[in-house]
C-alpha cells in the first residue's frame, strides 16, 4: 500500500480563501472587519518569521492586522498592561502572544490575561475548560487544523480508534478532546507509555506531536491507518543545509498508510489558517453574528 499524502498545503489555500470570503461578507452585510493583534517580544528568529508570516496571512485575508513588536527587556507588568489595552480595544477581536516569551515573564500569567473571547490561540484555562466540558471553547490552532484534515480525508470518526502521541497543553491533550467529541476511541501516549508500537499498531487515526525526528517507525502504523504528523524537527544535512522531518518515520510509514501528511506541508499551514478561522470566529461571537457559511 501506499499512502496518499494529506495536501495541508492547499487545504489551507482552500481555508484561507473561504475566510477571506466570510471577512467580505462580514464588512458587507454587518461593517465589521476583523482585526487580530499579535504580541512579540525579543528577537527569535523563529518567532518573527512566525509572526511576519501571521501578519501577512490576516491582512491578505482583508482583516486588520496590528502589530506589537516589544524589546527583550519589556516586564511583565508592562506586557500585561498592553494586554489589558487590546482586551478592551473594540477593533481588536482577537490577540495572540508569540510563545515562547523571554524567561523573566511567567506565560501563565499572560495567558490568563488575555479575555478568553479574544484568545484565539485557546490556551486561556477558561477555553481549556470549555473545550474539555463540551462548551463553546476557542479551540487551539493546530489540533484544530489536525481535525479539519481528518474529517476531510474520513468523514465521520465516530467509534474509530485514535491514538495521540504527546500530552502538550497546545497540542496533545486539546487534539484528544477533540477526536473525544467526534466519538473517537482516544488513546493519548507520552514519554512513560509502556509499549508505544503496541498502542499505535491498534490505531486508525494517528496523531504524533512529540518532538522527535522520525521516532515513530513506520513498521509500527496499522495498515490503512491516517497519519497526521505534527511534528517539526530540524535536522542539519552533510551539506549544511537544514532539513525539515516529522516525528513519523515518513517513508516507511507510507507503505503502511492509508493516508499520511508530510513535513513540511501538512499540519504547518493549517496552523496559521485555522487562526485565521478562529478570529472570524471571535469576531462573530464578540458582535452577536451568525458565523457567514461561505
Ligand atoms: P512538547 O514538548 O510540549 O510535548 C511533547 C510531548 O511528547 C510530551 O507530552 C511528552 O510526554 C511526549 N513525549 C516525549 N518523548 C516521548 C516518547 N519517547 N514517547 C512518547 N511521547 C513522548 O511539544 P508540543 O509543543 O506539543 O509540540 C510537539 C511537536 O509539534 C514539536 O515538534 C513542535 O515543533 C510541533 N508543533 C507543530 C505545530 C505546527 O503548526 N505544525 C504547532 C505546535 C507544535
Redesign the pocket.
Known amino acids: 500500500m501506499t499512502a496518499d499524502i494529506i495536501d495541508g498545503k492547499a487545504f489551507a489555500a482552500r481555508l484561507k480563501e473561504n475566510v477571506a470570503q466570510q471577512v467580505a461578507h462580514l464588512k458587507e452585510q454587518h461593517n465589521l472587519t476583523p482585526g487580530l493583534a499579535v504580541v512579540i517580544v525579543g528577537e527569535d528568529p523563529a518567532s518573527q518569521i512566525y509572526v511576519r508570516n501571521k501578519n501577512k496571512s490576516t491582512r491578505e485575508a482583508g482583516m486588520n492586522s496590528f502589530e506589537h513588536r516589544l524589546p527583550a527587556e519589556t516586564t511583565q507588568e508592562e506586557l500585561l498592561a498592553l494586554v489589558d489595552t487590546l482586551n478592551n480595544d473594540p477593533a481588536v477581536h482577537g490577540i495572540l502572544v508569540q510563545l515562547p516569551l523571554p524567561g523573566h515573564i511567567e506565560e501563565n500569567a499572560v495567558i490568563d490575561a488575555i479575555s478568553p473571547a479574544k484568545d484565539v490561540d485557546g490556551f486561556h484555562v477558561i477555553n481549556a475548560g470549555l473545550l474539555a466540558t463540551g462548551g463553546n471553547a476557542m479551540i487551539p490552532c ?1 489540533p484544530l487544523g489536525c481535525l479539519l484534515m481528518l474529517k476531510d480525508r474520513l468523514g465521520d470518526l465516530s467509534g474509530l480508534e485514535a491514538v495521540v ?4 497543553n ?3 491533550k486539546p487534539m484528544a478532546q477533540l477526536l473525544l467529541k467526534e466519538n473517537c476511541t482516544v488513546t493519548v ?3 512513560r ?1 509502556r509499549d ?1 508500537p503496541q498502542v499505535i499498531g491498534r490505531a486508525d487515526i494517528v496523531v504524533a ?4 525526528p522520525e ?1 515513530i517507525q513506520g513498521e509500527w502504523i496499522k495498515e490503512g491507518a491516517t497519519v497526521i504528523d ?4 530540524r535536522l542539519s544535512s552533510p551539506d549544511g543545509k537544514n532539513r525539515l522531518v516529522g ?1 513519523v518515520e515518513f517513508e516507511g510509514a507510507r507503505t503502511r498508510a492509508g493516508a499520511i501528511t508530510p513535513v513540511p506541508g501538512g ?2 499551514p493549517m ?1 496559521i489558517a485555522c487562526l485565521l478561522k478562529n478570529t472570524v470566529t471571535a469576531a462573530c461571537r464578540q458582535h452577536g453574528v451568525t458565523e457567514p457559511e461561505v
Not at 502521541?165 to 502538550?168: A, E, L, M, V, Y
Open positions: 493546530t502521541i504527546g500530552r502538550s497546545i497540542v496533545g501516549a507520552h514519554s507509555t508505544l506531536a512529540v518532538g522527535r521516532m505534527v511534528g517539526i524537527n516525528d499540519v504547518g496552523t
